[in-house]
Nanobody
Framework: QVQLMESGGGLVQPGGSLRLSCAAS????????MGWYRQAAGKQRELVAT???????NYAASVTGRATISRDNGKNMVYLQMNSLRAEDTAAYFC???????????????WGKGTLVTVSS
């Protein structure tokens, strides 16, 4: 059974940095796009950044210049480096991946359970 697990969240001071990691586990044939989304209290989940299997990245305007998404295809992992963190970055951060796995090898969207990032002094 395929699972995504995030790590690296926590309490950070404004202006600080954080690196989130997400590991995909289980029997995986291939992974297409991977990404990070976030959901602040009382708000809808929103895109933070995505990265294709070939390394093409896309960022939300709110994090452009402050965030870097990367992946390790050999380890089935995706990372999000966030710098110059602001109070408005406080949210639960979720990992997402489009994965093909047996038995049907159909491209399926998977989500992690999230990791909380709190930016506060």
């Amino acid at each position: 059974q395929v699972q995504l697990m995030e790590s690296g969240g926590g309490l950070v001071q404004p202006g600080g940095s954080l690196r989130l990691s997400c590991a995909a586990s289980g029997i995986i044939f291939s992974i297409n796009a991977m990404g990070w989304y976030r959901q602040a209290a009382g708000k809808q989940r929103e895109l933070v950044a995505t990265i294709t299997s070939g390394g093409i990245t896309n960022y939300a305007a709110s994090v452009t210049g402050r965030a870097t998404i990367s992946r390790d295809n050999g380890k089935n992992m995706v990372y999000l480096q966030m710098n110059s963190l602001r109070a408005e970055d406080t949210a639960a951060y979720f990992c997402n991946a489009e994965i093909r796995s047996p038995p049907d090898f159909r491209l399926t969207d998977y989500w992690g359970k999230g990791t909380l990032v709190t930016v506060s002094s």
